[in-house]
Nanobody
Framework: QVRLLESGGGSVQAGGSLRLSCAVSGYTSSYSCMGWFRQAPGKEREGVAAIASEGSTIYADSVKGRFTISRDYAKKTVYLQMDSLNPEDTAMYYC???????????????????WGQGTQVTISS
């Protein structure tokens, strides 16, 4: 059984940083595109960043230069380092796994097979 478990969310002031983690268990293939998504109240879920099997990354324009996605294969964990946070970043953050070597249609949530339960990020002004 594949499980994704996010952690690291919390409440910080604008300008602060958080690092989210997503631990993957039960998935044995080396092929996986890992994505981070977020959903704010009343808004649609949006792609934040993704990282392919070979390590290439892609970001939403709204977070480019502020967020960094990375992965540690040995720990089977994906990270999202979030810097220069602002209130517009407030949302529930989810990690997701796509069974693909690269990340085609990376921001399309319907293309991901496995999802975590989410971790809340709240940024105060």
């Amino acid at each position: 059984q594949v499980r994704l478990l996010e952690s690291g969310g919390g409440s910080v002031q604008a300008g602060g940083s958080l690092r989210l983690s997503c631990a993957v268990s039960g998935y044995t293939s080396s092929y996986s595109c890992m994505g981070w998504f977020r959903q704010a109240p009343g808004k649609e879920r949006e792609g934040v960043a993704a990282i392919a099997s070979e390590g290439s990354t892609i970001y939403a324009d709204s977070v480019k230069g502020r967020f960094t996605i990375s992965r540690d294969y040995a720990k089977k964990t994906v990270y999202l380092q979030m810097d220069s946070l602002n209130p517009e970043d407030t949302a529930m953050y989810y990690c997701a796994l796509k069974i693909w070597y690269s990340c085609p249609s990376w921001s399309a949530s319907s293309t991901y097979t496995y999802w975590g339960q989410g971790t809340q990020v709240t940024i105060s002004s």
